[in-house]
């Protein structure tokens, strides 16, 4: 049974463009910082795991078009979470939920709204997409490091794919090398306040500081911060959600480049 429905389940999310999926049983899904599975979910059994490729425009030191790319891939991940999530409704009369690519998700103090409700990296290798790298990013085999995932969570009861046992980081150092903010010195961890410093600089804390300033400021100085570029990247940051402006750790992994 579970494994028919799993097949009708893949059939279904090929088809509508996604790269790859996997499944994981919920029990197998471990990630230690993020919120229990069923404080989300009460009945959540199991966790389908969409991957999507990366576009080129990574590679491009045009930070509107990297940033484009991902937009992109995730609208279309929207809709496929939609898609599945409804399928698995109607087909197999069961509940579903969907988890984004990134946000919304949690903005507490006490995690800098740096751990989401769901880890999508940690679902992905118990779906047994990948596993971690040097830059704790999850390599698929053959997408490498250029991918990107969404979950729908389901009370239906399905087993989970095999693990990937194999290594595939080969410790090249590339990630770590290329990091402009050293957010990957040590090993198993990134530093997120220095990877946001250099891949979000129109991200929160700036948000905040420009505020701050603003709100100090004579109004002749304030009408000069608006009129300012900074204020200006600033808007368009917010209003896109976030705005990445690195992808080194993801775009410099050799791992399916050749
Ligand atoms: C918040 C967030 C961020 C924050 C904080 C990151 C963080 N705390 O991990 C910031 C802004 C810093 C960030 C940066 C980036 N992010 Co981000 N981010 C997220 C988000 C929304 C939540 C992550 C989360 O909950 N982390 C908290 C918990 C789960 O992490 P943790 O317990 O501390 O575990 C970490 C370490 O302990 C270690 N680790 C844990 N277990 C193991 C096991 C082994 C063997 C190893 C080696 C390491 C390891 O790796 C984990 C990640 O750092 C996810 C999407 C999602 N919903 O999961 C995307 C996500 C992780 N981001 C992603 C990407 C691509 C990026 C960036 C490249 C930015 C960009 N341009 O897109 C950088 C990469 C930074 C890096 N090298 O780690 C992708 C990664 C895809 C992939 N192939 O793995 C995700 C999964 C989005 C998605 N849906 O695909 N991100
Ligand atoms: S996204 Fe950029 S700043 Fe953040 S860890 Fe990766 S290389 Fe470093
Ligand atoms: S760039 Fe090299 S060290 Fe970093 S994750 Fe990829 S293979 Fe591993």
């Not at 990296?121 to 698929?140: E, K, P, S, Y």
């Amino acid at each position: 049974m579970s494994d028919d429905v799993k097949e009708r389940v893949g059939e279904f999310a090929r088809s509508l463009g996604v790269e790859d999926l996997g499944v994981a049983a919920a029990s197998d899904y471990r990630s230690p910082r993020s919120p229990e599975l069923s404080s989300i979910f009460p009945e959540v059994k199991s966790l389908v795991v969409l991957a999507y490729k990366e576009l080129a425009s990574c590679d491009s030191d045009n930070m509107q078009i990297a940033m484009n790319g991902r937009l992109d891939l995730m609208e279309f991940s929207r809709s496929c979470n939609y898609k599945l999530a409804r399928f698995l409704e109607r087909e197999f009369e069961a509940r579903a939920m969907t988890v984004p690519v990134s946000y919304p998700l949690p903005m507490t103090r006490e995690t800098l709204g740096a751990v989401a409700d769901v880890s999508t990296r940690h679902a992905a290798v118990a779906a047994g997409l990948g596993n971690f790298g040097r830059h704790n990013l999850v390599i698929h085999p053959e997408m490498g490091t250029r991918v990107i995932f969404t979950v729908v969570m389901t009370d239906l009861e399905l087993s989970s794919d095999p693990p990937i046992t194999e290594r595939l980081c080969t410790d090249c150092g590339d990630c770590v090398d290329s990091c402009p903010g050293g957010a990957l010195d040590e090993e198993g961890k990134t530093d997120v306040l220095k990877c946001l410093r250099n891949n979000q600089p129109y991200g929160i804390g700036a948000n905040i500081r420009f505020w701050s300033r603003f709100a100090e400021s004579p109004v002749t100085e304030q009408q000069d911060m608006l009129a300012d570029e900074f204020y200006w990247k600033l808007y368009q940051a917010g209003s896109i959600g976030f705005q990445y402006f690195c992808f080194n750790c993801l775009k410099v992994c050799p791992i399916g480049q050749e």
